[in-house]
């Protein structure tokens, strides 16, 4: 009967609050289902109370002069009805709607890190979901569904979450959000001249590539030669034109002038006793005077005359641009790049012999004044200066075809330059600060990256540096159990081929730990939460750049003992010597000194605590790659990693087919379920789905087996 006076659930209460079962009505349900085993129920006193004043106020109502204005009578309701809710509310003893993200059901984030190129906002991860979550056509995922809203921060809308419902198979009712590291925008537009500057340091460094793509580069560095013989070609013939001189007086004028430097320097050096430096100057000025005699005896050996140039004037106008060019391979490209100008000159000399069949077969010239004219790069060859724009227009199209919208990534991003330093520290910055946002949110405890491509070395750097920064104020070793004193202590290096039963244990030990972590930081209530918290559990690669990691990351050591060293072992000595610094993080880590896998004694704190090259013993490294073949069948920029990084990186080579074999240029095909004939049956999905694990059972730790050694020693 106090219900119906009160109109809790009548018509009355929707003509006084417009909603049906009554605003006020939901509210009083919604708080008695929240109220929890325990909590004290609001008692008889307070029920009757607010009968009784309910009743009053319908009584006052009644009384109300019914001849009056309807509308004010209306308002009039509404204000009494209104009041007297109010008032049994704030007489009730309710237990406040608090929700504590720290008890609450938590969820999984996959951060996803797109590659190289002009990448649009989520391109990437969505075409993750379509590979892992709903794959077209696949009958086991017609029930996953997927919605999308703005992150928590509201920082940005055009970035937003992906959340899925309920992943069948998992333990706890699971659900995953789906981030996107966007950094694309971050990356301004690559300029062509330093693709072509990154161009030329890469080949400084020698074909030290992966096997079987050394053939790239000897491509790429002659191509390069030929470019630098186009630029001295046309410099010169601009010269030529606009001077109104000679071939020989290019020559001459400048070699003049470095001489007389040389004589001036040599008399400085000779008055101050500086006998290293006279020695030097002296060869110099030897070598300079020599050279000027033998150019004096081939003008007067071949003095030329009726209509023919003399042989000096010959040997200027063909092999200055030569000459040019090669000083400027040197200046760029070191020894390495001489290697390469010598088999540029071969080619050369290649192309010069079917200009004489070409010169030959279409003009009626004598031989002699064919050879004269048939060197491609010589001032009097007709052939030199369309050959050169040739040349040049081959690298422009390439350039905007494919450099300088993908490699320009890569040379921004590995370049040292200090404006590529700005670029680099934008990138990284927004990468730490997403992944300690996941971190510091309260719904996660269980934090997956997935990369591709030069991703995979942005990601890379963005978990070595938020690991840097948290680990001094992760939970004391003591609270992490028995894992971590097995993995502290445990024999392996990165160096060390690791058999199955090593990679499970590690990998299963790895996993509790991270749950270790979560259940004395996430799991607990806010106020509970004295630590910093490391939740990624895996780390998944997908076509990484990282596999070239000396090529790319590396510079020659310049220690004495790598002096005497081919390139590729002074690359790999200067990886080393980062690996021992604790500046790349390897799977499992180095063990240096008396420290652990994971562990340190600080003798300044007086307590054990996890240093900061531990990573990759708390986080599974899984690598997922197409096998390459000839360069351009398979992933020329993916491979395998633990050869580099460590041997307990799970490297899946995979394939688009089920019967095997390499497609076409597959570097973008590791999420694509188009791929024909077997879409979404295809191996390299059920290799991403297990690596990923969005359920977070086993198949992290099946596949091991399905994992491939390949050769050679980590780093």
Not at 4 to 28: K, M, N, S
Not at 56 to 77: E, Q, W, Y
Not at 163 to 170: A, D, H, K, W
Not at 424 to 452: M, N, P
Request: proline share 5%.
């Amino acid at each position: 009967m106090c219900r119906a006076e009160a109109g809790g659930t009548g018509a009355d209460d929707r003509d006084v609050d417009g909603e049906g079962e009554g605003g006020h009505g939901r509210a009083l349900a919604r708080s008695r289902r929240v109220l929890k085993p325990g909590r004290r129920k609001p008692s008889a006193a307070h029920a009757d109370s607010g009968c009784h004043l309910v009743s009053g106020c319908a009584t006052f109502v009644k009384k109300i002069d019914v001849a009056s204005d309807p509308n004010r009578l209306v308002f009039r309701a509404k204000v009494v009805f209104n009041f007297a809710f109010s008032l049994i509310h704030s007489s009730r003893n309710f237990p406040m709607l608090s929700i504590d993200p720290g008890v609450e059901h938590k969820r999984t984030a996959i951060l996803v890190v797109h590659g190289i190129g002009s990448q649009r906002a989520l391109e990437t991860v969505r075409g993750v979901i379509r590979g892992v979550w709903r794959n077209k056509g696949n009958p086991d995922d017609k029930g996953n569904k997927l919605w999308t809203h703005p992150e928590k921060s509201g920082v940005d809308i055009d970035l937003t979450v992906m959340t899925t419902s309920e992943v069948p198979g998992s333990a706890d009712k699971r659900v995953v959000d789906f981030h996107e590291l966007y950094w694309a925008h971050l990356m301004s537009e690559t300029k062509a001249v330093a693709v072509l500057l990154w161009l030329y340091e890469l080949c400084r460094k020698g074909p030290v590539m992966r096997t079987g793509l050394n053939g790239l580069w000897w491509a790429a560095s002659i191509f390069l030669c030929l470019m630098n013989l186009s630029f001295a070609v046309l410099a010169i013939r601009g010269v030529l034109l606009f001077s109104e001189t000679s071939a020989q007086n290019i020559l001459i004028a400048p070699l003049l002038l470095i001489l007389c430097s040389l004589v001036f320097g040599l008399y400085v050096a000779l008055k101050w006793q500086a006998l290293r430096l006279v020695l030097w100057l002296a060869a110099f000025c030897v070598a300079g005077f020599a050279a000027g005699l033998g150019y004096l005896w081939l003008e007067g050996t071949f003095p030329g005359g009726n209509g023919f140039l003399d042989g000096a004037e010959i040997l200027t106008l063909i092999g200055l641009p030569t000459l040019d060019a090669l000083l400027a391979t040197y200046l760029v490209m070191g020894q390495q790049g001489l290697r390469a100008f010598w088999r540029t000159l071969a080619v050369s000399l290649l192309v010069s012999l079917a200009f004489i069949w070409a010169d030959q077969h279409w003009y009626d010239r004598s031989l002699a004044e064919t050879v004269l004219k048939a060197w491609p790069w010589g001032l009097n060859s007709p052939w030199s200066a369309p050959i050169a724009f040739g040349v040049i227009g081959i690298y422009l199209a390439a350039n905007g075809a494919f450099l300088q919208p993908y490699l320009g990534d890569a040379a921004r991003y590995f370049r040292g330059s200090p404006a590529n330093v700005a670029v680099r520290r934008a990138i990284r910055k927004e990468a730490v600060d997403t992944l300690a946002r996941l971190h510091e949110s309260g719904r996660y405890d269980r934090i997956v990256v997935v990369a591709h491509s030069l991703g995979t070395v942005v990601a890379y750097d963005m978990l070595r540096a938020y690991f840097s920064r948290i680990c001094d104020e992760l939970p004391p070793v003591t609270l992490l159990g028995q894992e971590f004193l097995d993995v502290d202590g445990a024999p392996w290096q990165p160096e060390k081929v690791a058999t199955h039963e090593e990679k499970v244990e590690l990998r299963r030990k790895a996993r509790q730990l991270i749950a270790n972590i979560a259940d004395v930081t996430v799991r607990r209530p806010v106020e509970q939460r004295d630590f910093k918290s490391w939740l990624v559990t895996d780390f998944v690669t997908l076509g990484s750049a990282l596999s070239h990691a000396y090529f790319l990351m590396c510079e020659e050591a310049k220690d004495p003992d790598a002096a005497e060293k081919n390139g590729h072992e002074r690359l790999r000595a200067d990886f080393r010597r980062r690996v021992e610094e604790r500046e790349f993080p390897t799977c499992p880590p180095k063990r240096l000194q008396q420290d652990g896998l994971l562990a340190f004694d600080n003798p300044r704190k007086k307590i054990r605590q996890i240093h900061h090259g531990a990573l990759f013993g708390l986080t599974r490294w899984t690598n997922i790659y197409f096998p390459i073949e000839q360069i351009f069948w398979g992933d020329a920029i993916g491979g395998p990693l633990a050869p580099t990084f460590g041997r307990h990186i799970v490297d899946l080579p995979v394939s688009t087919r089920l019967a095997g074999g390499a497609d076409f240029f597959t570097h973008t095909a590791y999420w694509n379920v188009d791929r024909k004939p077997d879409t979404w049956k295809a191996p390299h999905l059920a290799a991403l789905r297990d690596a990923i694990n969005l359920s977070d059972k086993t198949p992290t730790i099946d596949f091991v087996s399905r994992g491939e050694d390949a050769p050679g020693e980590a780093g």
